[in-house]
């Protein structure tokens, strides 16, 4: 299987299948996990990286996993192929801009994927369609079981899995939810969802995670603590936290609904439209116009266009997608020009 093979088959946490699916985009859970005997990434040599990412990729190949995944190097990889896989959420910015040997091993479906030498050693994923605490869980737990039996850890039992950040050592798991939260954005109510879910430690991010902007009104939630605290305590907090997200985001749909109800459709309307028109756009305000296109389609304003398209377009009208459709590196002015081409081709 070849990168560009991937943009035929957007993955499954695009479906807009899941649970809450109108509101929460995708669950994740990822672990940080390092191999014992060798240095932190952040302290690792050239050569140590090397060793690191045969030892590790040798002994994937070799498992029951190994004929599942796909294994693409990165440190051979051409920017736009990084760039690409950072919009599929299959690798971070870290990982896609950082030096030295590594590497992503990730399932067709892009369920299941691994990060090798990014800031730990594995950073194991599970990317799952809508709110899916339990079951992204059940699936990363067993497959950190599957890697555990082929690599031996670095592990303390007062402190737990050892990381190379002190804040993910513990269990090293990391819970995010992506929303999309248009009502909430709309009616300026977003600042007091951020102030609560402060309070309780949890972190508010961006379309693409750590150190990123909300774009398209979507927003990640995750929990900051993984010290001194078990899995289930940190998937307690986040359950508890979601549905209130949930509840509050479509209360504001009903009443914006039932107030507001031609001011919205000629907001959607509009948005639509100038996707089906536009000779050239850019990537931030075509974020921004899907958004008002999904809050459409959930509101039952738009009747014939699939949740699913829209989600998939989030992701195919960004600069690497593309260029991988065009097949061929483009300026700035000339994506724009093709995502616009692009996006009329698919809406109309």
Not at 106 to 117: D, L, Q, T
Request: charge should be neutral.
């Amino acid at each position: 299987m070849e990168i560009d093979d991937l943009i035929a088959q957007p993955g499954e946490w695009l479906s807009g299948e899941g649970p809450e699916s109108d509101i929460v985009i995708s669950t994740r859970l990822r672990l940080a996990r390092n191999i014992k005997g060798f240095p932190f990434v952040s302290r690792a040599t050239r050569e140590h990286k090397s060793k690191i990412l045969a030892h590790i990729t040798g002994r994937l190949r070799k498992s029951a996993l190994g004929k599942q995944l796909v294994f693409f190097n990165l440190h051979e990889a051409e920017a736009v192929d990084r760039l690409f896989l950072v919009e599929r959420h299959l690798i971070s910015k870290e990982h896609a801009n950082s030096e030295g040997e590594r590497s992503v091993a990730f399932e067709p479906a892009e369920v299941r994927s691994i990060m090798i030498n990014e800031e730990d050693h594995l950073r194991i994923q599970v990317l799952k369609s809508g709110f899916a605490t339990t079951e992204a869980y059940e699936e990363v737990s067993g497959l950190d079981d599957l890697i555990e039996s082929q690599l031996d850890y670095a592990f303390s039992p007062r402190y737990g899995y050892l990381t190379a950040c002190p804040t993910n050592a513990g269990t090293g798991m990391r819970v995010s939810i992506m929303f999309h939260l248009p009502a909430l954005v709309m009616t300026r109510q977003i600042e007091k969802v951020f102030q609560a879910v402060s309070k309780i430690h949890l972190a508010v991010r961006g379309l693409f995670g750590e150190g990123t902007q909300a774009s398209g009104d979507f927003y990640q939630i995750s929990n900051q603590v993984t010290l001194g605290v078990s899995e289930n305590e940190i998937l307690d907090k986040v359950r508890k936290v979601v549905p209130k997200i949930i509840e509050y985001e479509r209360n504001i749909r009903e009443t914006i609904s039932h107030e507001s109800k031609k001011t919205i459709e000629d907001r959607v309307w509009r948005a639509l439209g100038t996707l089906q028109s536009a000779r050239s756009i850019q990537s931030e305000e075509t974020l921004n116009l899907l958004s008002q296109v999904r809050l459409g389609v959930n509101m039952k304003l738009i009747s014939n266009l699939p949740i699913q398209t829209v989600n998939e377009l989030f992701i195919q009208s960004q600069p690497a997608h593309i260029q991988k459709l065009e097949g061929k590196i483009l300026e700035e002015e000339e994506r724009d020009i093709a995502r616009a081409a692009f996006l009329r081709k698919r809406l109309n």
